[in-house]
């Protein structure tokens, strides 16, 4: 047996309707726990002649269970109600008074599982046990049946196995906390994650890398027809006095062809030579 993982004294109070799995999971909760249940089946089962006024009648039925009820609630101790009676919303705020009373809180435990599978489970029971099936009686406690409205409960289905029950149940104890059997096996399947790599830093740009990148020239070309004088951007420039810029010199006036040349090709130009005809007698 474990401790039940809350500060204050619980009262469990099992809600479903006949065929729900409610004793199932009660009497596995309470084995694992050590708690007491409050049940009336051993009294019907002691009187068989009040077992019909036990079953059948809520008023009788409840005053059995909250007999018991109440001494348990004097001991300071976590409890489990596992009685037809908790299934009535007006049953179910007597026991909560009760539990008010004596500094409890309450936990409706609420068992659930399709209308059809919870029959074929009280007729499969009350075979084993020798006994007739009792339709009429199963049919009154489905139409009679209160769903938890305002109150604190917790939903489990009858046809999970009970780990899966236990740990909704300690969950809804234990909000801020995993259930123990979930907490051990996310565990047990986690591998430990290496540690994420740190980014290396960036590095510095150095004093001589800025001036060589910032010192980079940047030549102007001219346009045609303008000077053709230009500047070099340099960042050693700032400390020196500013040179005086010059004046463009005036264009020199064309050549003039020399004598003998042609002026568009350049070239001697043959000319006649002159010459003088003698007579000789």
Do not use: C
């Not at 939903?155 to 979930?182: C, E, Y």
Request: proline share 12%; no cysteine.
């Amino acid at each position: 047996m474990k401790p039940l993982p809350v500060s204050t004294p619980t009262m469990f109070i099992m809600v479903g309707i006949p065929g729900a799995g409610k004793s199932h999971f009660a009497g596995q909760f309470a084995r694992q726990y050590g708690l007491p249940v409050v049940t009336v089946e051993p009294i019907a089962e002691a009187l068989p002649d009040a077992a019909p006024l036990i079953y059948h009648d809520v008023p009788t039925h409840a005053k059995i269970a909250n007999h018991f009820a109440a001494q348990l609630a004097k001991t300071g101790k976590s409890f489990i109600i596992d009685t037809a009676h908790g299934n009535s919303k007006i049953e179910r705020m007597q026991l909560q008074r009760l539990a008010n009373h004596h500094r409890y809180q309450t936990l409706l435990v609420w068992v659930q599982v399709d209308e059809p599978s919870a029959r074929q489970r009280v007729k499969r029971a009350r075979q084993e046990q020798g006994k007739p099936t009792d339709e009429h009686r199963f049919i009154d406690a489905v139409k009679t049946f209160n769903a938890p409205t305002g109150e604190r409960y917790v939903v489990v289905s009858g046809k999970h196995t009970f780990p899966a029950q236990h740990n909704a149940v300690v969950r809804k104890l234990m909000p801020n906390r995993p259930a123990p059997v979930a907490a051990a096996v996310a565990k047990s399947a986690t591998v430990a994650a290496p540690p994420p790599a740190k980014a290396a830093p960036a590095a510095e740009p150095s004093k001589f890398s800025a001036a060589k990148k910032s010192a980079t020239p940047i030549i102007a070309v001219p346009a045609p027809g303008l000077a053709t004088s230009f500047k070099i951007n340099d960042p050693h420039d700032s400390a020196k006095p500013a040179a005086p810029a010059t004046k463009p010199s005036a264009p020199k006036p064309a050549a003039e062809p020399q004598p003998g040349l042609s002026r568009r090709m350049h070239r001697p130009v043959s000319r006649p030579v002159p010459t003088r005809r003698i007579n000789i007698g």
